[in-house]
């Protein structure tokens, strides 16, 4: 069983329907003991990195977080989903990240491109990434953040892209995995590395 963290934050729906079409019966839940039962847990999330730490402390569900990670549980951050994972965000200076993985999100700042970084991009992978395997070589995926991650050690970025410069854009320590990038909105692909994500044991 497959629970989708329910935390008011955006996009559950759509990650709850590409998991259905991979042939899944995902559980949206907040419910402590749901969570501790599956056997993956997808924290997803568009909006505010402030907000939605709020919103999970409100929920009161940090420390399960924690223990599922801790514990070894496959986990899939998504998005915001995968920024609360950090220490936290120039977004919210205010607002302390969970702190399971180290480093920071800073905001894009540039005078010509767009931001946020909205749409298709190409991602770099890195050899042995597992959720990442079988998508090819710098396959484009679906973006949508105004904030990028500098994460504090190099050997957890499984992907890197390019928007008015390099950035993190995807990450794994043991059974804990983080996208920038949308997967269930990154058509056949991007439920190929869903796919890859249900499969980890």
């Known amino acids: ?52 730490m709020q919103h999970l402390q409100d929920y009161d569900l940090t420390e399960v977080i924690r223990e599922t990670i801790r514990g070894g549980k496959p986990f899939l951050g998504i998005c915001v989903g995968m920024q609360l994972l950090f220490e936290g965000s120039e977004e919210s200076p205010e607002a302390p990240g969970l702190g399971i993985l180290k480093g920071r999100f800073y905001r894009f700042r540039s005078d010509t491109e767009k931001i946020p970084h909205m749409g298709w991009n190409s991602i770099r992978i890195r050899e042995g990434a597992r959720i990442l395997r079988g998508i090819g070589q710098n396959p484009y995926m679906y973006f949508v953040h105004s904030y990028y ?34 997967p269930e909105k990154s058509s056949r692909i991007g439920l190929k590395v869903l796919k890859n994500f249900l499969e980890v044991r």
């Open 1 to 52: 069983m497959v629970a989708i963290i329910d935390y008011d934050a955006g996009n559950i729906k759509s990650v709850e329907k590409a998991l259905i079409a991979l042939g899944d019966s995902p559980v949206v839940t907040r419910d402590k003991e749901q969570i501790r039962r599956a056997d993956h847990v997808i924290l997803p999330g568009v909006g505010a990195f402030g907000d939605c």
């Open 149 to 182: 991650l500098k994460a504090d050690d190099p050997s957890i970025v499984t992907a890197t892209c390019d928007y008015i410069h390099p950035f993190d854009a995807s990450v794994e320590l043991g059974n804990c995995f983080g996208t920038q990038f949308h």
